[in-house]
């Protein structure tokens, strides 16, 4: 079993910035990719943004230059910087691990923090 913790999600101006991070916990564990979604009030949960054990992202196009993710493998943590945010961008943020345990492919979501932009 694989738990993850989310922080640093908050209330910010337009144009503002947050950082989320995300900490997994358990043991026997190796997690691969590490994802960011959010979901909206009356929408449906959408992928943010992906990035793999060695590094590789992807983004959103709504999120592209303005978000950016990054892990660290040591912590087991993974990271999501906002910058010039918006309205928009409001929503409950979720931490999705894909992990190895005992040579299965699991999959685990946190709690979510929820990011509110004011414009």
């Known amino acids: 079993q694989v738990h993850l913790v989310e922080s640093g999600g908050g209330e910010v101006q337009a144009g503002g910035s947050l950082r989320l991070s995300c900490v997994a916990s358990g043991s026997n564990f190796r997690l691969e990719v590490m994802a960011w979604f959010r979901q909206a009030p009356g929408n449906q949960r959408e992928l943010v943004t992906t990035?793999?054990?060695?590094?590789?992202?992807n983004y959103a196009d709504s999120v592209k230059g303005r978000f950016t993710i990054s892990r660290d493998n040591t912590r087991n943590t993974v990271y999501l910087q906002m910058n010039s945010l918006k309205h928009e961008d409001t929503a409950v943020y979720y931490c999705?691990?894909?992990?190895?345990?005992?040579?299965?492919?699991?999959?685990?979501w946190g709690q979510g923090t929820q990011v509110t932009v004011c414009s």
């Open positions: 990035i793999t054990r060695t590094g590789i992202t």
């Open positions: 999705n691990v894909d992990a190895l345990l005992s040579g299965k492919r699991r999959h685990y």
